[in-house]
């Protein structure tokens, strides 16, 4: 049995200095990609891959100089293939750690995972470097150190992603500098501790190569050329990557990885010649999100970045090869897509019915819908009047009622459209024929009657056919023609209240809406005034209800205050209608001469499943009694929400579960009040 000498260790020492600077510069450099990384969005994969390669790298370089300053009394060679083989382990174990950091939801047990991973990985490289000694002998570990080494290399590993984690977002490169130092610091250590444990024999009977002085190994003459050509290498990368990265910032937005306006500016021709030369049919839309402010109000800003980001991924996964997506603005998406004619209708359902799936946030489920507006562009317009097409189609959209798509009909959303809405709604004004009113009924939910209803204006235009309220309403504002329209609702709702009054019908109560331009000019409650007196003069009390809007309130508050008291003076009922949707409505309240809270249907959409929205619309119904204010909530569509409401006191429901605004005729009491009654 052969008899073993041990041999001596030895160390330079400027050596080993330098391999502790490598591994300090290693990890500084490995720091300032992880910021790099941070940053990227397009450029993602590729800064993943340099930034692991100069971590790895950077391990692996340490490990050998540190085996160069090294010296044993015998001549030590080593085996290139194991060599290069130990790299592995070291650039796999940094790309484990950026890609949970970048790539991954990141959680205490995966960090513990990756940290052991990691340290595995290190280890690896570190033990492959080991074998690849030649030196005639045996290489013997003490299991103790061993173990300490691999223990030393998890918490290295640990400590390191932390220290990335930390520092992905740092501004100041200087805060690097002692991060990098403890991080090369503790990657040396692990290297020493485990040559510190390492015994290295030869058989006795091979004393003949044994030197009287320790022996400089050869290694970093063979080592220098490749790693000078990796160096080259990986500089040439980061160059490339630096030059794409500008050129990427500047048409990317930084939020959602997306393409920006300036890309879209730049690219729109090379974009319309790619399909041209295919043939392909493209279809261009804007999406809006719908009611996206809620979502900053609630929650803040930060999740409402969270919640675009999100909405751009979900973007993306229904995106072709020929297909992109430009995030225009804050809340608005360009979509390129590649899509026949015949199959519009049913690319663009797929594409909302993938927005209402519901999001993750604060794992609480968040339920957004979108407006699109779409048009098959003409290769002879300007990006900016397809823009402008877009924006009036999906203006149609919203105004229709949100959560669909508008193909852009030149004929209905063009500003000649306005114009001839203007030119008919001026002709049909005077005799009124072509308007007609319907009542939406307002149910008590304390006793299931109805009593009261709103009044709301239809028009059927004989050629153009039914146009929306949201549509000719804003209008006929614009056009100062409101203030006419206004008083002729007003004139037949009042003769209507009085033909019910003698028929003792069970309608005891009307509201009607105001104008937002009702507040601006103090002479506009003259014409109120003159309606009710004239009622008044032919006998019995008038129940009528005015309802106004916050916003029409607030835009000039001490007016309004001024005006409404006129109006209560003529005992008529005020209410505050879309409550919840203005920015003063708490300060102010108190203040304003209001009997009636109508709860903004926004409000009751969330109810009563979504925590916050259920939190506001209890908090509004108790600020409201405490006030002595009677409740209305608008927009109430299910069982669930009718209860709701019911328990929390509310006093008044309006909304399609209990009946669709209906013409005189069709208003019936009993099947009205059998809808409440049957779920008493």
């Known amino acids: 049995m052969n008899e073993w000498i041990i041999l001596p260790k030895h160390y330079e020492e400027a050596l080993v200095i330098l391999s502790i600077i490598v591994a300090i510069v290693g990890s500084y450099a490995s720091l300032e990609l992880n910021r790099r990384l941070a940053k990227a969005t397009s450029l993602r994969k590729r800064t993943l891959l340099l930034s692991s390669l100069t971590m790895g790298l950077s391990i692996w370089g340490m490990h050998f100089i540190g085996m160069g300053a090294f010296e044993l009394s015998v001549a030590v060679n080593y085996d290139w293939v194991l060599m290069l083989l130990s790299v592995v382990p070291a650039i796999t174990a940094a790309w484990i750690a950026f890609y949970l950091l970048y790539y991954s939801t990141i959680t205490r047990k995966k960090v513990v995972l990756a940290g052991t991973l990691i340290g595995i990985g290190i280890t690896m490289m570190h033990y492959l470097g080991m074998a690849a000694m030649q030196f005639g002998g045996d290489i013997r570990y003490d299991t103790g150190i061993f173990i300490l080494s691999v223990l030393i290399a998890v918490t290295v590993a640990y400590v390191a992603l932390l220290l990335l984690y930390k520092t992905r977002h740092v501004d100041r490169k200087r805060i690097l500098i002692p991060v990098a130092t403890l991080m090369g610091l503790a990657v040396s250590a692990m290297h020493y501790v485990g040559m510190l444990g390492t015994t290295f024999c030869i058989p006795a009977d091979a004393t003949t190569v044994l030197s009287n002085d320790p022996i400089t190994s050869n290694i970093l003459s063979e080592v220098a050329i490749p790693i000078f050509i990796l160096i080259i290498l990986i500089t040439g990368l980061y160059i490339h990557l630096e030059r794409r990265a500008l050129q990427m910032m500047a048409y990317t937005d ?67 090869e020929e297909e992109a997506c430009i995030r225009y603005n804050g809340t608005q998406f360009f979509l390129i897509k590649q899509v026949d004619t015949e199959h519009l209708e049913t690319a663009f359902n797929q594409v909302l019915e993938q927005i209402r799936q519901p999001m993750l946030l604060e ?19 300007t990006l900016e009047m397809r823009i402008g097409q877009m924006e009036s189609a999906l203006r149609a959209g919203k105004n229709e009622g949100r959560d669909r ?21 001026r002709k049909a004004m005077t005799d009124y024929k072509e308007f007609n009113l319907v009542y939406q009924p307002k149910i008590a939910l304390a006793t299931g009657k109805v ?5 709301l204006i239809r028009w059927n235009h004989p050629k153009l056919g039914f146009i929306s309220p949201a549509e000719f309403i804003p209008i006929a504002e614009k056009y100062s023609l409101i203030h006419r329209l206004t008083e002729w609702v007003l004139k037949e709702t009042v003769h209507q209240m009085e033909l019910w009054k003698k028929e003792d019908h069970f309608i005891r109560q009307v509201s009607v809406n105001l104008s937002a331009m009702h507040f601006r000019s103090e002479s506009h409650n003259s014409m109120i005034k003159e309606i009710v007196h004239h009622s008044l003069e032919r006998g019995g009390e008038l129940h009528l209800q005015l309802e106004i809007t916050e916003t029409s309130v607030m835009e000039n508050l001490e007016r309004a205050l001024m005006m409404l008291g006129e109006l209560k003076q003529l005992s008529l009922t005020i209410a505050l209608d879309d409550f919840g949707t203005g920015l ?42 405490s006030l002595g204010i009677a409740v209305v909530a608008e ?46």
């Not at 690219?267 to 399909?275: A, L, T």
């Not at 798509?405 to 709604?425: A, C, M, N, P, T």
Request: net charge negative; with cysteine; hydrophobic share 35%.
């Open 584 to 625: 003063s409505s708490l300060t102010h309240l108190k203040h304003l001469p209001i009997d009636i809270l109508k709860i903004d249907k926004s409000f009751i959409d969330e109810v009563p499943h979504d925590e916050r929205g259920t939190a506001i619309t209890e908090m509004i119904i108790q600020l409201a009694k």
């Open 451 to 455: 009593e009261q209803a709103e009044v």
């Open 405 to 425: 798509f508008v193909l852009y009909d030149e004929l209905i959303h063009s500003d000649r459209r306005e114009q001839l809405i203007v030119g008919s709604l």
């Open 363 to 381: 794992n609480q489920e968040i339920h957004l819908t979108a407006t699109i507006g779409v048009i098959l562009p003409n290769p002879e317009e």
């Open 254 to 320: 930084h939020l959602t990885g997306l393409h920006n306006r300036r890309w879209l500016d730049h690219h729109m021709m090379k974009v319309d010649g790619q399909y041209n030369r295919s043939k392909q049919t493209m279809a261009m839309a804007l999406i809006d999100l719908d009611g996206y402010k809620w979502i900053n109000d609630t929650f803040g800003f930060d999740q409402g970045d969270t919640i675009i980001r999100q909405f751009a991924d979900r973007i993306k996964e229904i995106l072709g």
């Open 635 to 680: 927009g109430v569509e299910t069982l669930e929400q009718h209860e709701f409401l019911k328990r929390l006191g509310c006093d008044y429901g309006q909304g399609y579960y209990y009946s669709r605004p209906m013409n005189v005729k069709d208003l019936d009491q009993q099947t009205i009040e059998r809808t409440v009654r049957d779920v008493g």
